[in-house]
């Protein structure tokens, strides 16, 4: 119900469980974070109806499929890439500054999410002329990947063109 109708239900079951939610929230859309798929239901749900996240526990959340901090750093991270997406510079990188990156990138399941928020932050520090951590965000986003796949979709991103004459995107795209 919560995925189908978000938006419109999302107050009452987060009043009614409380840290509970969490929960809820995973079951519905778990499987658009694991994917790194963020489209416009589930924007609506983070952004108008956000996840409490501070002082959260294990022993608040029982029955998640991962970790508790598993779980945190996937909050995080969708939520920095909505707000990259959005060009909410400040809170994009807010968010992101909250996620254990190294913990997160150990992660198959957020690994995909992990890729789409380092491309969207590293499009979004582009557009604020921040070369140095466009490709920070786009050197950590490499590991992610086998080399060649990671190189053609570099060379596919008609928002990262501005990089090209830059002497680091050779370096970027070597295997």
């Known amino acids: 119900m919560l995925a189908v109708h978000g938006p ?4 009452a079951f987060r009043a009614a469980l409380g840290p509970g939610y969490l929960q809820l929230f995973i079951a519905a859309w778990g ?3 694991s994917t790194g798929r963020i489209d416009a239901p589930l924007m609506r749900v983070f952004l108008e109806h956000p996840l409490k996240l501070d002082n959260l526990r294990e022993a608040d959340m ?15 991270l969708a939520r920095a890439a909505i707000y990259a997406q959005l060009q909410d510079s400040d809170r994009a990188h807010r968010e992101h500054a909250q996620v254990d990156l190294t913990a997160a990138a150990a992660t198959p399941s957020i690994r995909p999410l992990l890729a789409t928020t380092l491309h969207r932050l590293a499009v979004l520090d582009l557009a604020d002329d921040r070369i140095d951590h466009a490709f920070t965000h786009l050197t950590a986003a490499r590991a992610l990947y086998a080399p060649e796949i990671f190189a053609d979709m570099m060379r596919a991103a008609p928002e990262l063109t501005a990089l090209h004459s830059d002497p680091r995107w050779p370096a970027l795209l070597e295997d």
């Open 31 to 33: 499987t658009e974070l």
């Open 8 to 11: 419109t239900v999302a107050p």
């Open 62 to 76: 029982p029955g998640l499929g991962d970790p508790l901090d598993v779980t945190l750093n996937a909050m995080y």
